[in-house]
């Protein structure tokens, strides 16, 4: 197994280990996903080769990166029961006679 499979691997494992913690679940393919994706920006943004950019992937960033992805799911609210949301819509007064 080649070096960045194994760098690859560890830290899909470890991105996973720490959403799950932070209640979402999710596979180990669509982890890699998220983690190649925000791989190849990184390096795309920064202009380094991507075994540059994994160098600067460290610990503290696969967490930052986690609680950014918790923090973007948990406003969508993906499975919540919709019933139990305030129903506070605010409409102009001629709105509401053609409701």
């Known amino acids: ?3 960045r499979g194994t760098w690859l691997d560890s830290r899909t494992t470890q991105l996973r280990e720490i959403l799950l913690g932070l209640g979402l679940t999710i ?4 982890v890699r ?3 190649n994706d925000k791989l190849d920006e990184y390096a ?4 380094v080769s991507r075994r540059t950019a994994q160098r600067h992937f460290t610990d503290e960033q696969l967490t930052i990166f986690a609680n950014s992805l918790a923090a973007a ?3 969508e609210a993906p499975g919540a029961d919709m019933a139990d949301f305030e129903r506070a819509v605010l409409l102009p007064t001629s709105a509401l006679g053609l409701t």
């Open 1 to 3: 197994m080649s070096a």
């Open 27 to 30: 596979t180990d393919s669509q």
């Open 33 to 35: 996903v998220l983690l």
């Open 44 to 47: 795309r943004l920064m202009h």
């Open 73 to 75: 799911i948990s406003d």
